[in-house]
RNA sequence: CGGGGCGUAGCUCAGCCUGGCUAGAGCGCCAGCUUUGGGAGCUGGAAGUCGCAGGUUCGAAUCCUGUCGCCCCGACCA
């Protein structure tokens, strides 16, 4: 493809709107231009990257065995109303009426489609001899995002692989849950990105029923947390830490429990300021109500409880923070005073509790705390358990090396749905003792627009992108010094000719332009592997190839440089090649 | 949905506080000449409903009110 027939609209100065660099370098490569707040145009370059995403997305679904499919973007409301997600999704789910005759039909447009396929099946499938069976789409999803931002990485419209797992066991599930995961670890390594697979929140299933597929980056919207040493990954959620419990034995000369005047002062960092301590020396504690009954939980004041683990350590089925009323029942105070010296309820600590020496609490009475809070003289607990989200510096829970905190963005999900869908959807299959079961489900999400997003995010250096050979727009940008010079642009045109006979994707800069301008371009659009034809070297009978990362070109012969390049792409690709396995 | 910021040429921005001449600059674009290995030089040129609506005023890009759009932080994110 020729530079002057396509358009590829570089920038010299960075847009003003965009901040974070996939957004910026995106925009300045050409890549995308923005239609309004969460709706995006891939131009030719963008376009191009995105569609080599999909095919290796495409590739290795259809090797992990699923079979695509085609599923309408337009939706019927009632889908959702039957399976609860109509409300689930509330403003999120674009829906609307349209006309026709004198009706009006309710529609949406697809956020996902777990209903679509489901129903589909439900209709198709009714033997245990028809499973397992994986479908996938590659298609446009729409979600009304309160809040698009960060570029293509978070908008209202985009490119998502969707695969749906149908089955007669959790076994089979089991098995396909495998393949997908080692296909995902195959896509995003194929993708050149730097990717963490985390346990995630998993839901009715319980075990490790779902994981996410993240991408380190300091602008990535989730929070997650990896062992540096083992291959431990959680996202905020789900990550365990490997604390112990730990009951200290009261110290002989501890100080003295003591109470003090706090009047409105409810926060944790309004004591810490009155008082003149730190949060860390405080204990923060929560009332909520599990499964109807009240029970305090206690935390130290710097960390932040995670209702997950609550739930789990409480094995309640469902629990929220206690109202007014019966915190007020509770403690004896209002919202704000709360503490674990003579509270009327169970307490559950999570383990840093005990350890808090001469610690500051609330009173249980109005306009009070309490300093000196000692374990086993002022309070007791038989056990301690993991209570609060983990952070930086604690045990991994795999290996007990340190934990670090990270941010990423999350480029796939994969997830044992079980019966949910099935269920609501009357999706069921006949089992060999003649017995209707609903159908075993699993699912399995790519943002394919934050593969490019990510990677934009993520490999670039002050010049501009650095595509890997496998998602770029082009793989090798022939550049001439001189459009006009018909020497230059003879041998130009051979190699494009001599490259894409050879079946690679090459972009020929034949603008009439300056050299600095072709190669700030060059090196802003990213193309892995640049031959530059033309100047002092065609008169001595050479040109130059360079990775983009190189520091320094490789000189070859004109007549031999064509396959010099070809021999450097199929050794990169060998390289990579080996990485994936 | 709460908080903050910004809308002036294709892009980046000045002008606004303190109203007043024909609304400016750099980059980009067009023409010509020169130049040709890291975003060239000179000359000439085209290009703006100053987001939109209303108000105040002799007079509004500038002041006031409303409204729309975009960005950022937070809440939310099956």
């Given amino acids: 493809m020729r530079w002057t027939q396509t358009l590829i609209p570089t920038m010299k100065e960075d847009p003003s709107d965009a901040e974070i660099p996939s957004h910026r370098l995106m925009l300045r490569a050409g890549l995308i231009r923005q239609l309004m707040a969460g709706a995006y145009t891939y131009l030719p370059l963008g376009y191009r990257a995105l569609r080599k995403a999909e095919a290796i997305v495409r590739e290795e679904m259809e090797r992990a065995g699923a079979v695509e499919v085609f599923m309408p973007a337009l939706q019927p409301i009632e889908l959702f109303e039957r399976t609860g997600r109509k409300s689930a999704f509330g403003n999120v789910l674009i829906n609307f009426l349209v006309a026709r005759g004198d009706r009006k039909v309710h529609m949406a447009l697809g956020p996902t489609h777990e209903e679509v396929v489901t129903d589909l099946v439900a209709h198709h499938i009714s033997s245990y001899r028809q499973l397992p069976l994986t479908l996938y789409q590659i298609q446009t999803k729409f979600r009304n995002e309160e809040r698009p931002r960060f570029g293509v990485l978070r908008t209202s419209e985009f490119l998502m692989k969707d695969a749906y797992s149908f089955h007669s066991s959790l076994a089979q599930l089991e098995e396909t849950y495998r393949k997908m995961y080692e296909a995902y670890c195959r896509i995003f390594a194929r993708c050149g990105l730097d990717y963490v697979a985390v346990e995630a929140e998993s839901g009715p299933i319980g075990g490790d029923a779902s994981h996410e597929f993240m991408v380190p980056a300091g602008n990535g919207e989730d929070s997650i947390v990896r062992c540096a040493n083992c291959t431990y990954g959680a996202n905020l959620e789900r990550a365990e ?315 070859a012969p004109v007549k031999d440089g064509a396959r010099h390049a070809l021999r450097m792409l199929a050794a990169k690709k060998d390289e990579q090649g080996r990485l994936v396995g």
């Avoid at 706090?262 to 599990?290: G, H, N, S, W």
């Avoid at 000196?372 to 993991?386: H, I, Q």
């Avoid at 934009?456 to 010079?485: F, M």
Wanted: a negative charge; proline letters at 6%; hydrophobic letters at 40%.
């Fill in 241 to 555: 830490t490997g604390r112990k419990t730990l009951l200290p034995t009261p110290p002989k000369e501890a100080a003295p429990l003591k109470t003090v005047s706090t009047p409105k002062v409810t926060t944790i960092e309004q004591v810490a300021k009155l008082l003149k301590i730190r949060p860390d020396q405080m204990i923060k504690t929560l009332i909520y109500v599990a499964d109807e009954q009240p029970i305090a939980v206690l935390i130290r004041g710097d960390h932040e409880a995670n209702e997950n683990k609550v739930r789990r350590a409480l094995s309640a089925g469902e629990i929220k923070l206690a109202d007014e009323q019966t915190i007020l029942k509770v403690t004896g105070a209002p919202v704000g005073f709360a503490g674990p010296v003579g509270l009327k309820c169970d307490i559950i600590a999570d383990h840093d509790v005990p350890l808090i020496e001469n610690a500051v609490a609330g009173a249980n009475a109005a306009d009070a705390h309490v300093t000196g809070v000692t374990f086993g003289r002022d309070y007791n607990l038989k056990a301690t358990f993991d209570l609060r989200n983990a952070g930086d510096g604690d045990p991994c829970p795999k290996c007990g090396n340190r934990l670090e905190l990270v941010h990423g963005i999350e480029v796939g999900h994969v997830f044992k749905l079980g019966t949910k869908y099935s269920i609501s959807l009357n999706a069921t299959y006949l089992d060999e003792k003649e017995q209707r079961n609903p159908i075993i489900m699993g699912c399995y999400g790519i943002g394919v627009n934050r593969i490019i997003a990510s990677l934009a995010e993520t490999s670039h250096d002050a010049n501009g992108l650095i595509w890997p050979l496998a998602v770029a727009p082009y793989e090798v940008l022939v550049v001439t010094l001189n459009a006009t010079d018909a020497e230059t642009t003879k041998v130009a045109e051979q190699y494009v000719k001599d490259l894409e006979a050879a079946g690679v994707d090459v972009l020929y800069d034949d603008r009439d332009v300056r050299p600095g301008v072709k190669f700030k371009d060059a090196d802003l659009v990213g193309i892995p592997l640049r031959i530059v034809i033309g100047g002092k070297g065609l008169q001595q009978g050479q040109v130059e190839i360079k990775w983009r990362t190189a520091d320094a070109p490789e000189i």
